[in-house]
Antibody, heavy 124, light 112 residues
Framework: QVQLQESGPGLVKPSGTLSLTCAVS?????????WTWVRQPPGKGLEWIGE???????NYNVSLESRLTISVDKSKNHFSLQLTSVTAADTALYYC?????????????????WGKGTTVSVSS | DIVMTQTPLSSPVTLGQPASISCRSS???????????LSWLQQRPGQPPRLLIY???NRFSGVPDRFSGSGAGTHFTLKISRVEAEDVGVYYC?????????FGQGTKVEIK
């Protein structure tokens, strides 16, 4: 079955760039699914960051769009997140997840596979 | 953005007793295709979220049948028929009808 694993630096300096990668195993990133980033600030709830389809289509949360880049590398079966000009407010547990499309045999627009998450702290 | 509001925020429950969580959306979650994309996730302590229910009432693979979802339009409910110790955690509703996808603030289920 599909598994996801986040990786990247655990500490980023203020005004720097947060870069994370999510490796997809047990399945192809070229499926009909959307590959998604979600974050969870300490002690708080879940915030959808954005997502990408293997075709290159992208959806970003407008609140982060000006600082955000999500990309996909089909040859490496992984997708990535870059968030620029970070502040302490970007400190969070970052998850990658698979979001099923609305339609199709597995349709439903739900997030059914999640990585374990990686903690990113923004601090000098 | 569609705002998802859950109540209660905390639910102390006796083992073996039922629990119920409400989720309301700021606008209808009925998509133009006629489906309602409301799902429920469980986050056990120290774990990533886990999908329980999708499209209001469909239990995901491997989810015990003590979990059930219901509702329509803007009001949805997750019920646990008999709470077990492994059900402790935070439960989130999530809408997949209109981007940006949004989550409720979470309801903490704990044992009395």
């Amino acid at each position: 079955q599909v598994q996801l694993q986040e990786s990247g630096p655990g500490l980023v300096k203020p005004s720097g760039t947060l870069s994370l990668t999510c490796a997809v195993s047990g399945g192809s990133i070229g499926s009909s699914s959307w590959w998604t980033w979600v974050r969870q600030p300490p002690g708080k709830g879940l915030e959808w960051i954005g997502e990408i389809h293997h075709s290159g289509s992208i959806n970003y949360n407008v609140s982060l769009e000006s600082r955000l880049t999500i990309s996909v590398d089909k040859s490496k079966n992984h997708f990535s997140l870059q968030l620029t000009s970070v502040t302490a407010a970007d400190t969070a547990l970052y998850y990658c997840a698979r979001r099923r499309p609305r339609v199709g045999a597995t349709g439903g627009a739900y997030m059914d596979v999640w990585g374990k998450g990686t903690t990113v702290s923004v601090s000098s | 953005d569609i705002v998802m509001t859950q109540t209660p925020l905390s639910s102390p429950v006796t083992l073996g007793q039922p629990a119920s969580i409400s989720c309301r959306s700021s606008q209808s979650l009925v998509h133009s295709d006629g489906n309602t994309y409301l799902s429920w996730l469980q986050q056990r302590p120290g774990q990533p979220p886990r999908l329980l229910i999708y499209k209001i009432s469909n239990r995901f693979s491997g989810v015990p049948d003590r979990f059930s979802g219901s509702g329509a339009g803007t009001h949805f409910t997750l019920k646990i028929s008999r709470v077990e110790a492994e059900d402790v955690g935070v439960y989130y509703c999530m809408q997949g009808t209109q981007s940006p996808w949004t989550f409720g603030q979470g309801t903490k289920v704990e044992i009395k």
